[in-house]
């Protein structure tokens, strides 16, 4: 049995030349009957690596896999290649079982897949049945899962080393695509394969993009980021089944193929949501982790959380479910603090102290992920003890130049709040003694301090942003364990004594805190009728008014000026039962209000709900951010001159005019001084990066500017 032998299987069965990563090194420990442990990126090709050994092995190559759903596809996917493959799972029948006990026993099949609970129900019957053929391998498939370190742990499959032990002579290989130090330990010691080979491919996935975006308006932010992908298909992912239902609803009523999937549906209902999405029958699925393991779609474009997964080992696999065909592909989070202690009250484990604090501390590094103003994906392969030399140019972090500003009171605020606790009080508590809050757990005694209340007029979310930058910069330490503290280093005693300056980084966020009301164009006279109705209604079922209709929903029917049911249908907010309860009220009274006054439905002008002509208002779109400073650039005004009248960073003017050298309205000399183009587009060329700016930024040093950068690399493609 030798590798050319692979090679030639390779070649003409899976039709690919060369192996790829580890894989031409694992088959060959399988062939040479050595246990291995196989790490590789979710698409990168691990199933080649027992299924080729199995097709050269005389015996039966058993596949313990987790999900049927992968096991039909894995076997449905071999049949095509015209392998002999098999499964047996809980949804054949009697005689559908029959059937591949026989095509076993007869030698027909090469590979039969099952689930470790049906490779251990009944007793030893099946491992005696195993007994009685020619076993030549076993494969565990998503090997992660027997790690109670891990993300995905399931007990049955630390039961799973009693292969080795009925089988010691037949070879075992192990593949998984996230798995930390931690369990890659685990693995090895609860399969009994101590002396396996281990071969770790890299985790980079250089074709996702990262990024991270604050969760305010979320479900805003996500149809933005829909709008340019309508034709994809994507996974969005929530914590939990309700919001899995809401995302999905709200997507439909804004016109995407959106299907739920998540634990509490009808068996039926999974099955025929995920075959709609593998299909191309539904472009989206919103589901909570219950979806994807083995999900072998190759054209996902995107993932979106909604949620903060609990730990990386999550957040990769999940992520990795995008760009399996190698594409350009995006993995979108919303981050908020909120979502970190929310879970922080579910990541402790009951009677176990110390795997309570391996998840905490995984919670707390998937925290420190969506903080990160550094390369997202070097932490990540940082994360699976693999090195990443500079920025990778494929995540936000990458792409941005973060502005900062003279966070000095800020952080005497912050600092002050910390001391006069006596420096024993974590985060969280210290955001609530400076936001005044009057929870139970606020100490009376610190109710009483100078700092109580100071920080109000700044929102929770911001106070942690502004937290962990003090602490990154080293003005605050945080303790270790499960309930860390944050403690004022020296050099935060010299800002709290006015010795020391602070620069905090600026927040990105959108202030949200303005109504729709004060941004949107509605009738008014109209909407104050909708709220006579609502009280109206409201004090029939003794319920508070906003139980009826929130007030955006009425802004939103007081500004699209719905004339029947099926225009009122697509306003935020109405369901079909509150369509049918409630909305004949309000319907009549906007009909009367429009015969009154000449009006008409605007319902084709609505664009999203409510919150997002709520945005559109207040921030102007990129076209008109980008005119004004061409306009202004062009009445003579230098770069820096219109920073300062916009309010906006140098380096933000510098993008806009950038966008105007394709077109030729802005020269490149007109941005870059003469004598640094020609530096710049040498840099460029010996680099040899595609829309990368770092690395050349980080050549040519702190003399040339990222926006200077931008302008001679548009030059260039124009030229090209």
Request: aromatic share 10%.
């Amino acid at each position: 049995m030798t590798i050319s032998q692979a090679q030639e299987i390779l070649k003409t069965r899976f039709g690919y030349n060369d192996f790829r990563m580890h894989q031409q090194p694992a088959i060959e420990a399988v062939l040479a009957r050595r246990d291995c442990l196989l790490l590789m990126p979710t698409g990168g090709g691990k199933s080649v690596c027992y299924q080729i050994p199995a097709m050269i092995f005389d015996g039966l190559t058993l596949v313990i896999s987790p999900l049927i759903a992968l096991m039909k596809d894995q076997v449905d996917a071999l049949r095509s290649y015209g392998i002999n493959a098999g499964y047996l799972n809980s949804m054949q029948t009697a005689a559908e079982q029959v059937e591949v006990f026989r095509a076993v026993r007869s030698g027909e099949l090469k590979l039969l897949y099952v689930a470790p609970e049906r490779l251990l129900q009944s007793g030893d019957r099946f491992l005696d049945f195993l007994s009685t053929i020619t076993v030549s391998l076993f494969a565990i498939d998503e090997a992660h899962c027997i790690s109670s370190w891990g993300h995905d742990f399931r007990p049955e499959y630390q039961r799973l080393s009693v292969l080795k032990r009925e089988f010691p002579g037949v070879p075992l290989i192990a593949l998984t695509a996230t798995a930390d130090d931690l369990v890659r330990e685990d693995i090895l010691r609860h399969l009994s394969i101590p002396d396996a080979d281990v071969f770790v491919s890299s985790f980079n996935r250089p074709n996702i993009k990262y990024t991270v975006e604050p969760k305010r308006d979320s479900f805003y932010r996500l149809l933005e980021f829909l709008q340019t992908r309508k034709d994809e298909s994507g996974i969005v992912y929530c914590l939990s089944r309700a919001s899995v239902e809401r995302v999905a609803e709200d997507l439909r009523a804004e016109g995407y193929a959106a299907l739920p999937y998540h634990a509490g549906l009808e068996r039926s209902v999974r099955e025929h949501n995920q075959n709609a999405f593998l299909n191309d029958e539904a472009k989206i699925v919103v589901a909570t982790i219950a979806f994807g393991m083995g999900i072998d779609k190759s054209n996902v474009r995107f993932v979106v959380h909604m949620d903060l997964p609990k730990n990386i080992e999550s957040y990769y696999q999940e992520t990795g479910r995008a760009g399996r065909d190698g594409l350009p592909s995006d993995a979108l989070l919303f981050y908020s603090i909120a979502d970190v202690l929310k879970l922080k009250g579910f990541a402790e484990v009951e009677g176990d102290a110390t795997q309570s604090e391996v998840m905490l501390r995984k919670l707390d590094q998937m925290a420190e992920f969506g903080e990160l103003r550094t390369c997202r994906r070097r932490y990540l392969l940082a994360y699976f003890s693999e090195a990443f030399e500079g920025d990778c140019g494929n995540c936000d972090n990458c792409n941005t130049e973060f502005e900062t500003f003279d966070g000095t009171i800020i952080a005497q605020k912050a600092l002050s709040a910390a001391v006069r606790t006596g420096q024993v009080f974590g985060t969280g508590y210290l955001v609530d003694l400076l936001r005044g809050s009057k929870s139970q757990k606020m100490r009376l005694e610190h109710m009483n301090l100078k700092t109580y209340g100071v920080g109000a007029d700044i929102s929770k979310d911001d106070w942690f942003s502004y937290f962990k930058d003090l602490t990154e910069q080293r003005f605050l330490l945080k303790s270790s364990g499960q309930y860390p503290t944050l403690s004022v280093t020296k050099a935060g005693m010299e800002v709290l004594a006015g010795s020391r300056k602070v620069d905090l980084h600026k927040l990105t966020q959108v202030d949200l805190r303005r109504t729709a009301g004060e941004a949107m164009d509605f009738e008014k006279d109209l909407f104050e009728e909708l709220r006579r109705v609502r009280m109206r209604l409201a004090d029939g079922e003794d319920v508070p008014p906003y139980v009826i209709f929130s007030d955006a929903t009425l802004i939103e029917m007081a500004a699209f000026l719905p004339q029947d049911m099926s225009e009122m249908q697509k306003l935020s907010g109405i369901g079909a039962f509150k369509l049918d309860k409630y909305c004949p009220a309000f319907l009549e009274v906007i009909k009367s209000y429009s015969e009154k006054n000449g009006l008409g439905s605007k319902i084709d002008e609505r664009r999203g709900p409510v919150r997002s002509a709520a945005k559109a208002k207040r921030k102007p779109t990129a076209g008109d951010t980008f005119s004004t400073t061409y306009n202004m650039f062009r009445e003579g005004k230098s770069i820096a001159e219109i920073a300062k009248v916009r309010g906006l960073a140098v380096s933000t003017i510098e993008n806009h005019l950038c966008r105007f050298i394709a077109d030729g309205r802005v020269r490149v000399d007109e941005i870059v001084e003469p004598a640094k183009i020609e530096a710049i587009r040498k840099a460029l060329i010996e680099l040899k990066v595609e829309n990368q700016i770092s690395p050349v930024k980080e050549y040519l040093g702190d003399d040339f500017s990222y926006g200077e950068i931008r302008a001679v690399m548009e030059d260039l493609i124009k030229e090209e």
